[in-house]
C-alpha cells in the first residue's frame, strides 16, 4: 500500500504536465464556474443616467408623495456604472462594458404627475440595450423587466395608497389640507344620511321623486367607488418602457442554438480526429518512417486537416439535416454553411494538428482536447456586460485566440439571413488556421525520431 | 527452401563505397551518443553494428536513416536511397497486413502495388493471414511486416535494427537468405545484432561500437585475431565469450 502511494506520487513529480493541469485544472474551471453563477445572477452592469431635476416629486392630486430615490433604488439592485449623457451610456452598451443603459428622462416625473389628470401621458423610462446575441437579449430583456416591475410596483403602491385616501374622503368624508388651509369634506355616506332624514319633511310629488333619485345615486356612487378603490389597488405598469437597440443582429433564439450545435460539434470533431490522428502516427512509430521521404511534414499536416475538415463537414452536416426535423432552416443559405464549415474545420483542424504535434500519446492528446475545447466553448457563450468589464476584456482576448466564437459567428450568420455578415468571421478563423498550423509544423519539428 | 524471388533491378557491384560515415557525433543533452563514429561499406556489402545496450547502434541507424542530424560529421550516400527497418516495429495496427502493405507500396508509388505487396507476403510467409489486424499479430510476425515495409523502398542500402529479434529460427534464416540474395544483387545492408554468431555468419564487415566509440571496423576474421590478441585468456572459449572479453579489456 505505502509504496503504491510512493510510487504514484513519485510518477506525478515526473510528469509535470499532468501534475500542473491536476491543479491548475479544477481550480480554473471552479474560478469560471463560480464567476458565472454569481457574477451573471447577482448584479448586471447597467450604465444608469438620471436626467429627472432633483426637486421634482410624484404628486397626487395635490399631495407630494415623497421622493422616492430612485437612485438608490435602482442601483441596489444592479451594478450601477452613472453616466453624465446618453452618449456616453451609448457607447458603455456598445463597447459590451454594461448589459444595458437606463435612461430616466426629465421629464418622467412630470408624465408620471399626468396621470392622476385629465390628459394622462404616457411615462416612459429608456433603455439602451446591445443585443449581440439572443441569449444576452432574453437576458436583458428579463432584467428589464424584473427592474420595472419593480419600479412600478412601488410607484402603483404610492398612487393606490394616496388614490384610495382620496376616495376614502369622498366615501366617508374628513379633512383635507389645501395650501395649507384644512377643507371639511362631507363625504358621500353623510350625505346619503342627511338626505334620507330630509326626505319626509318634503311633500310627495315631483320634489321628493328628484330627492329619491340623488339618493339612490349617493348610495350606488358609495357602493361603486368601494369597488373602485380595488380597481386602483390594481393598478399597474404606469411605466412604458422605450427599448432601443444599438446593435441588433440578434438571430432567433433556435437559430442560435443551432448554430452552437453545429459549432460544438465541428469542434469535438475536428479537434479530436486531427490531433488523435496526428498523434496516433507517433504513437506507432510510423511517423519517421513516414517522414523519410514518403511524405513531408507539411503535406502530413495537411492530410491530417484535410480529413479533419472532411469528416467534421460530413457529421455537421447530418446534425443540420437532422435538426431539420424540428425546425425549419433556410436551405437557400447552403452555399455559406458550407464556407462557415469548411473556414471553421480548417481553424479547427490546425488547432488539433497543433495539440496534436504537442502532445505524445493519442491518450493524452484526447484528454487534452476536451479540457481545451470545453471551457473556451462555454467561455465564449458569455454575454458581454453580465460580467465585470475588466474580466471581460481578458475573456474576450482569451475566446479570440481560439477558432470556437469565431466559428460560432460565422455559423451564426450563415444559418441566420436577417444576421450580420460573415466576411468578419471567416477572416479571423482563416488568421488563427495559419497561426495554429505554423506552431503545429513547429512542434512536428520535436517529434520524437524513435 | 527455394530461392526468395526479388523484384529489385540488378545493381553492379563495384569496389567504390556505397556508404560512408566520417566523424559522426550525436549528444542528447549532455550524453554523448555517439563520439566521432567513422566507416565506410561498399555495394553489396553486408555490415553487421555489435555492441552492449546502449552504445549508440540505432542512434548510428537512424543518423544514417536521415532520420537523426548528428552535431557533427558527416554521411555521403554517392547514389540511391536508403531503406530502414526501425528497432520498433512501425506498422499501423489498426490496418490489416495486406493494408499496411498496400499502403506503403503505394506511397513508395510502385507501379504496380498489388505486386510488390503480393511478392512481400511471399517474402514474409504471411500471405494466409494477409486479411488480419496487425495488432493481432504475434510480436514476431510483426517484425516481418516491419522488414518487409523497409525493403518496399527498393534502397540501394538497406538498413535494419535488430531485425532477428524474435524470429523463430526457421524465419531467422529466411531473413537472412533473403539479405544475403539482396546483397549478392548489390544492395549494401547494414544491420545492428546482439547476436555475435549472427554477426560473424553474415557479416562481411564488423562495426564494434561501445559507449558511442567505435572500437572496431573490420572482417570477423580480423575481430577474432584482435580478440585473441588482446584477451588472450578467454582465446579458447566460444566467440562470445571473447568478445565480451575483449569489451572488458578496451574498458566496457
Ligand atoms: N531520445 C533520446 N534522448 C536522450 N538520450 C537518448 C535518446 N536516444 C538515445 N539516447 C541515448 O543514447 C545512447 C545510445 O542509445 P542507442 O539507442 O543508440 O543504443 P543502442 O546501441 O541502440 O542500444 P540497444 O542495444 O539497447 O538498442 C544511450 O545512452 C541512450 O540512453
Ligand atoms: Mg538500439
Same mark, same amino acid.
Given at each position: 500500500m505505502r509504496w503504491l502511494l510512493l510510487k504514484d506520487l513519485q510518477i506525478l513529480r515526473r510528469s509535470p504536465l499532468q501534475a500542473t493541469l491536476l491543479v491548475v485544472y479544477p481550480v480554473l474551471i471552479a474560478l469560471l464556474v463560480g464567476f458565472a453563477i454569481s457574477r451573471d445572477s447577482d448584479k448586471p452592469r447597467v450604465a444608469f443616467l438620471n436626467e429627472v431635476p432633483a426637486d421634482s416629486r410624484v404628486s397626487v392630486g395635490q399631495t407630494e408623495l415623497p421622493s422616492i430615490n430612485v437612485d438608490d433604488r435602482i442601483c441596489g439592485r444592479v451594478e450601477c456604472v452613472n453616466v453624465d449623457t446618453r452618449e456616453e451610456a451609448e457607447e458603455e452598451v456598445r463597447s459590451g462594458n454594461v448589459l444595458a443603459a437606463l435612461v430616466l428622462p426629465g421629464d418622467l416625473v412630470d408624465q408620471i404627475n399626468s396621470l392622476s389628470t385629465q390628459n394622462p401621458g404616457t411615462p416612459t423610462v429608456e433603455v439602451i440595450v446591445n443585443e449581440e446575441d439572443p441569449v444576452k437579449a432574453q437576458l436583458v430583456d428579463d432584467r428589464i423587466s424584473s427592474l420595472l416591475a419593480q419600479a412600478n410596483l412601488v410607484i402603483?403602491?404610492?398612487?393606490?395608497?394616496?388614490?384610495?385616501?382620496? +376616495?376614502?374622503?369622498?366615501?366617508?368624508?374628513?379633512?383635507?389640507e389645501v395650501i395649507g388651509q &384644512?377643507?371639511?369634506?362631507?363625504?358621500?355616506?353623510a350625505s346619503a344620511q342627511i338626505l334620507q332624514a330630509l326626505r319626509p319633511s318634503l311633500p310627495p310629488g315631483a320634489l321628493r321623486e328628484s330627492l329619491d333619485q340623488v339618493i339612490r345615486f349617493t348610495v350606488l356612487s358609495r357602493s361603486n367607488l368601494d369597488v373602485g378603490g380595488v380597481l386602483i389597488s390594481r393598478l399597474t405598469q404606469p411605466i412604458a418602457v422605450d427599448k432601443q437597440v444599438v446593435s441588433a443582429s440578434t438571430p432567433p433564439l433556435e437559430i442560435f442554438a443551432i448554430a452552437v450545435a453545429a459549432t460544438l460539434t465541428l469542434t469535438f470533431v475536428v479537434v479530436l480526429l486531427v490531433a488523435g490522428s496526428l498523434a496516433l502516427e507517433r504513437e506507432e512509430n510510423a511517423f519517421p518512417r513516414l517522414t523519410r521521404g514518403l511524405v513531408s511534414r507539411s503535406g502530413l499536416l495537411g492530410e491530417k486537416i484535410g480529413l479533419g475538415i472532411a469528416v467534421g463537414l460530413v457529421v455537421t452536416l447530418l446534425l443540420l439535416a437532422g435538426l431539420e426535423l424540428f425546425v425549419s432552416l433556410e436551405w437557400g443559405r447552403f452555399g455559406l454553411w458550407l464556407v462557415a464549415i469548411l473556414v471553421g474545420g480548417a481553424a479547427f483542424g490546425a488547432a488539433g494538428a497543433a495539440l496534436g504535434a504537442a502532445a505524445r500519446e493519442v491518450r493524452t492528446v484526447s484528454l487534452l482536447a476536451f479540457m481545451v475545447s470545453l471551457p473556451?466553448?462555454?467561455? &465564449?457563450?458569455?454575454? &458581454?456586460?453580465?460580467?465585470?468589464?475588466?474580466?471581460? @476584456?481578458?475573456i474576450e482576448v482569451v475566446t479570440a485566440l481560439f477558432p470556437f466564437k469565431p466559428s460560432l459567428r460565422a455559423m451564426?450568420?450563415? +444559418? @441566420? &439571413?436577417?444576421?450580420?455578415?460573415?466576411?468578419?468571421? *471567416? *477572416?479571423?478563423?482563416?488568421?488563427?488556421?495559419?497561426?495554429? /498550423?505554423?506552431? /503545429?509544423? *513547429?512542434?512536428?519539428?520535436?517529434?520524437?525520431?524513435? | 527452401m527455394d530461392a526468395v524471388p526479388v523484384a529489385f533491378e540488378l545493381m553492379e557491384a563495384s569496389a567504390t563505397a556505397a556508404l560512408e560515415a566520417r566523424g559522426i557525433v550525436k549528444r542528447y543533452g549532455e550524453r554523448e551518443a555517439l563520439r566521432g563514429v567513422g566507416f565506410s561499406v561498399h555495394s553489396g556489402e553486408l555490415m553487421a553494428v555489435i555492441g552492449p545496450n546502449g552504445a549508440g547502434k540505432t542512434t548510428l541507424l537512424t543518423i544514417l536513416a536521415g532520420i537523426a542530424r548528428p552535431e557533427e560529421g558527416e554521411v555521403h550516400l554517392p547514389n540511391g536511397d536508403v531503406g530502414w527497418v526501425p528497432q520498433q516495429a512501425a506498422l499501423y495496427r489498426r490496418l490489416t497486413v495486406e493494408e499496411n502493405l498496400l499502403l506503403f507500396a503505394r506511397l513508395e508509388s510502385h507501379e504496380d502495388p498489388r505486386a510488390s505487396v503480393e511478392e512481400m507476403l511471399e517474402l514474409s510467409?504471411?500471405?494466409?493471414?494477409? #486479411?488480419?489486424? =496487425?495488432?493481432? %499479430?504475434?510480436?514476431?510476425?510483426?517484425?516481418r511486416i516491419n522488414i518487409a515495409i523497409g525493403l518496399l523502398s527498393r534502397p540501394v542500402v538497406l538498413l535494419l535494427d535488430e $531485425?532477428? =529479434? #524474435? %524470429?523463430? $529460427?526457421?524465419?531467422?534464416?529466411? %531473413?537472412?537468405? !533473403? =539479405?544475403?540474395t539482396l546483397a549478392e544483387r548489390g544492395t549494401t545492408v547494414i544491420f545492428s545484432t546482439h547476436d555475435i554468431q549472427e554477426a560473424e555468419r553474415y557479416g562481411k564487415q564488423?562495426? =564494434?561500437?561501445?559507449? #558511442?566509440?567505435?572500437? !572496431?571496423? #573490420?572482417t570477423p576474421e580480423e575481430l577474432r585475431d584482435a580478440v585473441r590478441r588482446e584477451a588472450p585468456e578467454a582465446a579458447s572459449s566460444d566467440f562470445e565469450t571473447a568478445f565480451v572479453a575483449f569489451l572488458h579489456h578496451r574498458g566496457h
Open positions: 402603483a403602491k404610492r398612487i393606490a395608497k394616496e388614490g384610495g385616501k382620496f +376616495l376614502n374622503l369622498v366615501l366617508n368624508g374628513g379633512s383635507f &384644512s377643507v371639511e369634506i362631507l363625504g358621500l355616506r473556451i466553448a462555454f467561455l &465564449s457563450l458569455i454575454p &458581454s456586460g453580465a460580467i465585470g468589464g475588466g474580466l471581460y @476584456d481578458v451564426t450568420a450563415a +444559418l @441566420d &439571413s436577417a444576421g450580420p455578415g460573415i466576411g468578419g468571421p *471567416l *477572416l479571423h478563423l482563416a488568421a488563427l488556421t495559419v497561426v495554429y /498550423a505554423a506552431l /503545429a509544423r *513547429l512542434a512536428l519539428r520535436r517529434f520524437a525520431v524513435v | 510467409g504471411l500471405s494466409d493471414r494477409r #486479411g488480419e489486424l =496487425v495488432a493481432r %499479430l504475434s510480436g514476431g510476425n510483426q517484425q $531485425p532477428s =529479434v #524474435g %524470429l523463430d $529460427p526457421r524465419q531467422r534464416a529466411r %531473413l537472412w537468405q !533473403f =539479405v544475403s564488423l562495426l =564494434v561500437l561501445a559507449d #558511442g566509440e567505435s572500437l !572496431f571496423q #573490420g
